[in-house]
């Protein structure tokens, strides 16, 4: 049996479901996600911060462009905020390459960060150990996301725009021919002129399917755990905390303590799970930098971050591959940069231009083309 559509989305986490939703406007979009329900590997693996000052500077300004939509989204995409305050607490030992001075630089006013004594960082985070950190910034606009109403939000539009999601659908096969890609999987057949690669850490292997050049797409794991703090260490309102130095990070999390080590450890892609000594190292660093004793883990788990070699998203056709469109590389930025790169998608392939706001913030689709520069020369070596 085989389907058609206008547009073929292969890839159902948070990236793929918004490019999905804004392309069902344009015309009959089927979305395939290889496993039984979407966002399975990553999107349902965040830790779910909006962090508007995070990435290198094309990121930054997707994801300042991107609250708008998440402070006030579409009416019926969710039913309570999006964002939630939280703010974030970044402490420096000795930071030897002035990370600390080019954050409070490059903030622009409409997200700032500034610079607090230790006695203020330690009064908004009180599990801080004294006398380990030398600095202190303080960045208000750092909010909690709602991942999951996120991710459903955009599926719920997509069918409400008349979109089909097939799971248990991973694509084996890509085929072109008379002027149509053909996507096959164990059950069906999938035939559209557009294919939107939004396949996460699989992206590289689904463009090798159809015949695409690699990006260079390196998929990395990040561990987090979850522990048991007393009260005073887990206030409703208390920030996130991260260590310049190292991107160690910790948070509250319905009263207690989520942390990681900001680990990107390179691997294949996989169902990705946590490594026991890394664990233990964290537990350690935790001790040695916060008030913290850990007694157990309560729970544990690692998602994927793909990444290019310049960190920046992959966002358009592939000029190798006629009507392949590349969606990948988000890294860890996916469900921030979502709403902006899913009518960046739209955009491209109904107009060839991006979006009139992301234009006015000086981004240009070879900023994020799948051709740019800084992939082709480093994508022999990286993925």
């Known amino acids: 049996m085989t389907t058609d559509c206008d547009f073929l989305v292969i890839g159902a986490g948070v990236s793929g479901a918004a490019a999905a939703w804004e392309l069902a406007a344009l015309g009959k ?119 999951a109403a996120i991710h459903q939000g955009y599926l719920r539009g997509f069918k409400a725009r008349g979109g089909r999601l097939a799971v248990s659908a991973n694509v084996t096969a890509l085929e072109r021919s008379g002027g149509q890609w053909t996507a096959v999987t164990a059950n069906e057949r999938f035939r559209a002129p557009i294919v939107v690669n939004a396949a996460g850490a699989w ?50 999390e319905a009263g207690r303590i989520l942390a990681s080590p900001g680990d990107e450890t390179p691997v294949d892609p996989m169902d990705a799970y946590p490594d026991d000594m890394v664990m233990a190292e964290l537990a350690d660093y935790l001790e040695r930098h916060t008030l913290l004793k850990i007694e157990r883990i309560l729970r544990s788990w690692a998602g994927l971050r793909s990444f290019v070699p310049d960190h920046c998203p992959v966002v358009g056709l592939d000029p190798r591959a006629e009507g392949f469109f590349w969606l990948a590389g988000q890294g860890g930025y996916g469900i921030m940069m979502s709403p902006v790169l899913g009518r960046a998608t739209a955009a ?32 022999v070596t990286v993925g």
């Open 203 to 252: 992206a590289d292997r689904i463009g090798a399917l159809a015949g695409a050049p690699r990006i260079g797409l390196q998929p990395c794991l990040r561990t987090v755990i979850l522990v048991e703090v007393p009260p005073d260490f887990c206030k409703p309102t208390q920030p996130v905390g991260e260590v310049i130095e190292t991107w160690h990070y910790f948070k509250p």
């Open 29 to 147: 979009t089927i979305l395939l996600e290889m496993e039984d329900q979407p966002g399975y590997h990553s999107s349902g693996r965040s830790a779910a911060l909006y962090t508007p000052n995070y990435g290198p500077a094309p990121v930054r300004e997707i994801c300042q462009a991107a609250g708008a939509f998440f402070s006030a989204p579409p009416p019926g995409f969710a039913e309570h905020p999006l964002l939630t305050p939280r703010g974030a607490l970044t402490l420096g030992i000795d930071d030897p390459e002035n990370a600390i001075d080019k954050l409070l630089k490059d903030a622009p006013p409409a997200h700032p960060i500034a610079e607090i004594s230790l006695k203020q960082a330690i009064e908004l985070c009180p599990l801080i150990r004294p006398g380990v950190f030398r600095r202190a910034i303080y960045e208000p606009g750092v909010m909690d996301m709602d991942a």
């Open 348 to 379: 491209l392939i109904d107009t060839g231009s991006l979006p009139e706001d992301l234009r006015e913030r000086g981004l240009t689709p070879a900023d994020l083309a799948p051709g740019r520069t800084a992939l082709r020369e480093s994508a």
